[in-house]
């Protein structure tokens, strides 16, 4: 193994110890696996995919000479999830970042709470209060969306019966307005946890070229993949410019509970990482949304 990379940018007390992210495999969480290893982190990949998660393992300890090791994790699939704890525990991470996600998926109400929330709500939140137990003090990134705080997404949930919120969740609107509301009620969740006390910080990484736009996820028409890729491609950020605000909300000292990060400039599709203020109705209901998550049962 080559010798460890010297850090450019992120602080040597955060380098002291291995970094876990999910998602590593993805657009955003695979450039930010990649940022990471330049800057000498060891790292834990946790990931769906585990040949493709080794695999890139293996290709950044060659190319940056770092400790990287692949880990199951699918949040389709929570039995994979406890592995995961112990691993993080076990290695003595002081870095999480939540990457991990979906969006635009075919209507799934097997569980009886469809598919989205689970996977960008329910689920993470889960994880999150299990690691903060099994490693307290952890600091932790959410990746979230611009679109968890758009307006109609404030007046989406304002209709929530928080005595019955499946329903309601279920019925809220198109795959889009479904990943908008997962991604706003999992930072209120983790808003609520943040007053406990926990180091939690959210990030978005603006308007970016992901992995969304790959065929394979069948995500958007045929035709869609034939005639926005390339526009988009020349138009918005790659994910190696987009996992920059995700970096920095784990390394930079901000007020984490007014403010988040993410890129600026026009349509915050290329700007640099700057802050910008939380707005303060995702405060609403926060111990109803992670009272949810928590409690919430497959039928």
């Known amino acids: 193994m080559q010798e460890r990379a010297s850090s450019t940018h992120i602080p040597n007390a955060i380098l002291e110890r291995p ?17 990471l290893a330049k800057e000498g982190a060891e790292l ?14 293996r290709k950044l300890e060659e190319e940056h000479g770092v400790r990287a090791k692949a880990i199951p994790f699918d949040l389709d699939r929570p039995e994979t999830l406890p592995s995961s704890l112990e691993e993080i525990q076990t290695s003595g991470c002081g870095l999480f ?21 689970l996977v960008n709500y329910v689920q993470p939140v889960c994880f999150i209060e299990a690691l ?12 979230s969306s611009l679109t968890a705080v758009l307006g109609k997404v404030r007046k989406a949930r304002e209709s929530i019966d ?10 809220a609107g198109g795959r889009t307005m479904s990943y908008a509301l997962s991604k706003s009620l999992m930072m209120s969740a983790l808003m609520a946890m943040q007053e406990e006390g926990a180091d939690i910080r959210f990030a978005h990484p603006g308007v970016s070229c992901t992995n969304l736009f790959d065929p394979k996820n069948k995500a958007y ?30 390394i930079r000292d901000f ?9 600026r400039g026009l349509f915050h599709a290329w700007g640099k990482p700057g802050e910008a203020r939380l707005p303060r109705w995702l405060e609403e209901h926060s111990r109803d949304t992670l009272s949810f998550a928590l409690c919430w049962e497959p039928r």
């Not at 834990?44 to 393992?57: I, Q």
Request: some cysteine; aromatic content about 8%; hydrophobic content about 45%.
């Open 162 to 171: 928080w005595e019955n919120p499946s329903k309601t969740l279920n019925h």
């Open 97 to 117: 970042f939540h990457v991990a996600g979906i969006y635009h998926q075919e209507p799934d109400l097997s569980s009886g709470l469809e598919r989205t929330y």
């Open 44 to 57: 834990l990949l946790l990931v769906r995919d585990l040949a493709k998660g080794e695999a890139l393992a």
């Open 132 to 143: 903060l137990e099994k490693v307290p003090g952890i600091r932790i990134v959410a990746v």
């Open 221 to 250: 028409p045929s035709w869609f993949y034939k005639v926005a890729p390339p526009i988009m491609r020349k138009i918005f950020m790659s994910p190696s410019k987009a996992c920059l605000s995700v970096l920095e909300a784990g």
């Open 19 to 35: 970094i876990a992210l999910n998602g590593a495999t993805g657009g955003i969480g695979g450039a930010l696996a990649e940022r």
């Open 255 to 263: 007020d984490a509970k007014e403010r988040w990060i993410g890129p």
